[in-house]
Structures are given as structure tokens and as C-alpha cells.
């Protein structure tokens, strides 16, 4: 035999309260001051860019595009073990004209940089890149002639650095990219401290520092400079 024994309900932001509410807003038995609580509880004001930075900050879709070793770690974050599905970004597309993110996953070469350029040009607007791994950022360990850093050719907004990055690293990078696209970007530590004053150079001294020179010739002209 199943014993019930009734209990009153905990606190005011209890779930059953809340469940009860709902039901009764639905039916129209909420009036006077507990249905204006209910509706300034539940009801946000906001402008109509902002829900559109939200919503496009929330259902950024990535391009199937790799380049090198780093899309190795790309493919990780929509496995189980990170399921980058939780905020909207596993939804990898076949076609740039379905896309409006580009993660440049591994190295770049002179002759692949106009191709990477022309599928960033086919991409929506607003559209996004994320330089993934230290080949597309800064060359790497590949520092010829041969390779080009992506900001050479096209806009970058996040770099993640690693060779190559684990997958929570750029699970971590689009999660900033995000907030970037939302207008809250995360501040950096001077910011955060308050610690401007910490800086190396002074403002006057850097203006003079701008007037000289920047560079110095060491070399003698004619001169063999070495071996």
C-alpha cells in the first residue's frame, strides 16, 4: 500500500511554486500584483541587435574545411567527450554558402592562400574566422617561405595557439569568439586589475619613442657580414 503524505512547498523559487504558477497564468487565475511579479520575473527588454548578436552568437555553423594536422583536433569537439553541440556550434557545413565561421586548421601555403581567401569570400555575412594552431597564426614551426600566416590575406578574429591545440583549447577560443559576438568581450588583466599605470612605457616617453628612428642599420654597406 503506497502511503502519500502531503508537504508544504519550500521557498518562493521552488520548483514546484514555479510549476503551479505556470499553470495558473495559463488558465488566467493569476491576477492583480502576482501576475505582474510573474510577468517582470519572466519577461526580458532588450534591443532588437542585441537578440540578434545573441541568437547569431548562439547558432554559429563552421565550415567542413581542414587543412593539416589541426583538423584532427577540429573533428574532436563535436565527439562525446566535448559535444561543442551544448551551444549550438555542431552543425558543420558541406558548402561556405551555408557557413559563417572558417577555422583554419593547419598550415597555409602561398599557393592554398588565395583559395582559403576565395571560400572566406563565399561565406555569409556576418561571417568569422578563428586562426587554429601556431602554422595559421604565426607560421610555426614551419617558418619558410612556403607558408603564410592567415592574417596576411584575411581578417582573423581569434587566434589559438598550440601545435597542434587540444580540442578544449579551441572549444575555449570560440567560446570567446562568441562573447565577441555578443558585444561583451572578455576584458584583458590591465583592464580587469585596473592596472594601466603598470604599463613599461609611459605615454609621453612612447611618443617619443615614435619620433625615432625605429630601426638601426648595422650593417656596412659593401660589407660581408658574417662568413
Not at 37 to 57: E, F, M
Not at 104 to 119: E, Q, T
Not at 139 to 156: C, E, L, Q, R, T
Not at 212 to 223: G, K, M, Q
Request: hydrophobic residues 40%.
Amino acid at each position: 500500500m503506497e502511503i502519500i503524505k502531503r508537504e508544504k512547498t519550500g521557498k518562493e523559487g521552488d520548483f514546484r511554486i514555479r510549476q503551479l504558477q505556470a499553470r495558473d497564468m495559463l488558465r488566467g487565475d493569476l491576477e492583480g500584483d502576482d501576475l505582474e511579479q510573474y510577468v517582470r520575473d519572466r519577461v526580458i527588454t532588450t534591443t532588437l541587435d542585441r537578440a540578434a548578436n545573441w541568437a547569431r552568437g548562439n547558432s554559429l555553423f563552421p565550415a567542413t574545411f581542414g587543412l593539416a594536422c589541426c583538423a584532427i583536433e577540429m573533428m574532436s569537439v563535436v565527439g562525446a567527450r566535448l559535444d561543442i553541440a551544448r551551444f549550438g556550434f555542431e552543425a558543420f557545413r558541406a558548402s561556405p554558402r551555408q557557413a559563417d565561421l572558417l577555422i583554419l586548421s593547419g598550415r597555409i601555403s602561398i599557393k592554398m592562400a588565395p583559395i582559403v581567401r576565395r571560400i572566406y569570400d563565399q561565406m555569409l555575412d556576418p561571417k568569422y574566422a578563428i586562426a587554429m594552431g601556431a602554422c595559421s597564426s604565426s607560421m610555426g614551426v614551419f617558418n619558410n617561405y612556403a607558408i603564410v600566416p592567415a592574417d596576411k590575406f584575411m581578417p582573423v578574429d581569434v587566434h589559438v595557439p598550440g601545435c597542434p591545440p587540444r580540442p578544449e583549447a579551441l572549444m575555449y577560443g570560440i567560446l570567446k569568439l562568441r562573447s565577441m559576438v555578443h558585444a561583451d568581450p572578455s576584458l584583458g588583466w590591465r583592464e580587469r586589475y585596473d592596472a594601466e599605470r603598470t604599463v613599461e612605457v609611459l605615454p609621453a616617453e612612447g611618443e617619443e619613442l615614435l619620433r625615432r628612428e625605429t630601426a638601426v642599420n648595422a650593417l656596412i654597406p659593401e660589407d660581408t657580414a658574417g662568413a
